[in-house]
C-alpha cells in the first residue's frame, strides 16, 4: 500500500479516537479556567471555535485537535531528516500518535498542545526561510504562551555554541519579553519533587520510552552529532530537572521539547538495530513490542476509561475523574428543571459551561460517603455510581 495512503489512515483513525473522545469528557476546572480566566490567546482561539461550533464540547476541543493534526503532519515531515524509510517512519508516526502526552495534548485545553505545534513549525520553517522571517516569528512565540520561553533559552545555548553572540543576545532578549508577560517562577525552597518530575514524564512517555529517549539524548553528546533540536530539547530538561529540586513545576510547560525530540531517539534506535547481526537483535525487538504494547494499552484504557470505575473502590482515584461528571451533573439538573445552583467554586465555574448558573436559590452539595442523607442527583457510569450530591431548594425550607 502507499506510505502516504498509510500514513493518512493513521491519521484517520487518531482523529476519530479523538472526536470520540470528546463526546466522553467533561470540560475540566482548569480548562474552565483558561475560558472564563484571564485573556490568553489560547482562550481567545476557542472562544472562536465556540463561536463557529457552538457552546458544545467539540467547540470546545476543536482548536486542540486542529494543533494535533497539524503537528503529526509536521513531525512526519520532519522525520524525513531523520528516518531515511518510508516504513520506519510511518511505525515512527504510529508511536507518536500514540504517546500519552500527545494523546492528552491533543484534546486537553492547555498550552501544551499549541506549543508542541509551534516548536514543531519552527523546526520546519528555520531551514526553509531566512533568518530574519525566524526572528520575527520568534517575536510572535514571545507574546503567545510563558511555554516558548524555554525555546528561547534552548536557542540562547545554541547560538552560544556557533558562536553567533548576535543571536544569543536576542534570544535572552525574547526570553525577557515573555517572562515580563508572563512570570516564570522559580522560586521556593527545596522540597523534593525531583522524583514527581520523573514520574510524570516517564507517564507522559511511558517509562521504557522515556528512558529511551533520554539515553538517546546522552548519547548523541558522546559522539558529538549534536544539533539545535538537541540543544532545545536538553536544555528544558536538565532546567525542568534542576527547578524541580526545589519547587513543583508546570510539567506541561516542558513535556513538549522531550516530545519534539522523539525523532532523535527514533533514528539512533534504527542505527543501532540495522548494525547488529540477526541474532543480536531481539533486545531491540523487546524495546519496540513491549513499548507500542504498552502505549496500546494506555490509548485502550483512555478509550474505555469508564469502565475502569468499575475495578475503582474511590471513583477520585480514577484517572480522568477531574474529566468527567460536570457534563452528565448538568444534563440530570435540567431534567429535574434546574437551570441555577449555588455550589463549590470548581464545580460551579464547569457547569457554567453547560449553561447552569450560579443563583442562591438552589444549594447544590457533593454526597460524602458518611453522609446519611439520601441524595437526589447522582451521576453513574455504566451502573456504578460515581457521584451523589443533594440539592435543595431554599425556597421550600
Not at 175 to 190: E, K, N, Q, R, W
Not at 248 to 266: C, G, K, N, S, T
Not at 280 to 300: A, C, D, E, K, Q
Amino acid at each position: 500500500m502507499n506510505p502516504r495512503i498509510i500514513f493518512f489512515l493513521i491519521l484517520g483513525i487518531d482523529v476519530l479516537i479523538l472526536l470520540f473522545q470528546t463526546q466522553q469528557l467533561s470540560i475540566s476546572v482548569n480548562e474552565a479556567q483558561i475560558l472564563y480566566g484571564d485573556w490568553s490567546v489560547l482562550q481567545f482561539l476557542v472562544k472562536v471555535s465556540l463561536s463557529i461550533f457552538g457552546t458544545n464540547d467539540f467547540g470546545l476541543r476543536f482548536v486542540m485537535i486542529l494543533f494535533h493534526i497539524l503537528s503529526v503532519i509536521l513531525m512526519f515531515e520532519l522525520s524525513k531528516e531523520y528516518i531515511k524509510s518510508e516504513r520506519n517512519r510511518l511505525w515512527f508516526i504510529l508511536i507518536f500518535t500514540l504517546l500519552p502526552g500527545v494523546v492528552s495534548s491533543a484534546i486537553i485545553v492547555n498550552s501544551a498542545g499549541m506549543v508542541i505545534f509551534g516548536l514543531l513549525l519552527y523546526l520546519y520553517l528555520q531551514k526553509r526561510v531566512s533568518q530574519y522571517s525566524m526572528d520575527i516569528i520568534l517575536l510572535g512565540y514571545a507574546c503567545i504562551d510563558i511555554g516558548f520561553a524555554y525555546l528561547f533559552l534552548g536557542l540562547s545555548v545554541y547560538r552560544i555554541s556557533t558562536r553567533e553572540y548576535g543571536h544569543f543576545v536576542y534570544m535572552l532578549l525574547l526570553y525577557m519579553i515573555t517572562s515580563f508577560l508572563y512570570g516564570v517562577d522559580a522560586g521556593g525552597y527545596p522540597t523534593g519533587h525531583f522524583l514527581d518530575t520523573i514520574g510524570v514524564y516517564s507517564a507522559i512517555f511511558s517509562p521504557i520510552i522515556f528512558i529511551y529517549l533520554v539515553y538517546a539524548l546522552y548519547r548523541v553528546y558522546l559522539v558529538k552529532n549534536v544539533n539545535l533540536l538537541w540543544y532545545v530539547a536538553v536544555t528544558s530538561l536538565l532546567l525542568s530537572l534542576a527547578l524541580s529540586l526545589r519547587q513543583r513545576i508546570p510539567v506541561a510547560h516542558f513535556a513538549p521539547y522531550l516530545i519534539i525530540a522523539m525523532p532523535i531517539a527514533a533514528k539512533l534506535f534504527i542505527h543501532s538495530y540495522r548494525v547488529r547481526l540477526k541474532r543480536y537483535r531481539t533486545g531491540y525487538r523487546l524495546i519496540f513490542i513491549s513499548s507500542l504494547f504498552l502505549l496500546m494499552v494506555n490509548t485502550l484504557a483512555v478509550l474505555f476509561n469508564k469502565t475502569l470505575y468499575h475495578y475503582i473502590d474511590n471513583p477520585h482515584k480514577h484517572f480522568a475523574y477531574k474529566m468527567d461528571i460536570a457534563k452528565s451533573l448538568s444534563l440530570k439538573l435540567k431534567k429535574m428543571g434546574i437551570k441555577c445552583v449555588a455550589t463549590d467554586n470548581d464545580m460551579q465555574l464547569r457547569l457554567r459551561f453547560y449553561e447552569i448558573d450560579r443563583c442562591e436559590q438552589n444549594i447544590l452539595q457533593e454526597k460524602s460517603n458518611k453522609a446519611k442523607d439520601k441524595a437526589n442527583v447522582t451521576v453513574r457510569y455504566n451502573n456504578k455510581t460515581i457521584y451523589e450530591a443533594t440539592v435543595t431548594n431554599i425556597n421550600n425550607i
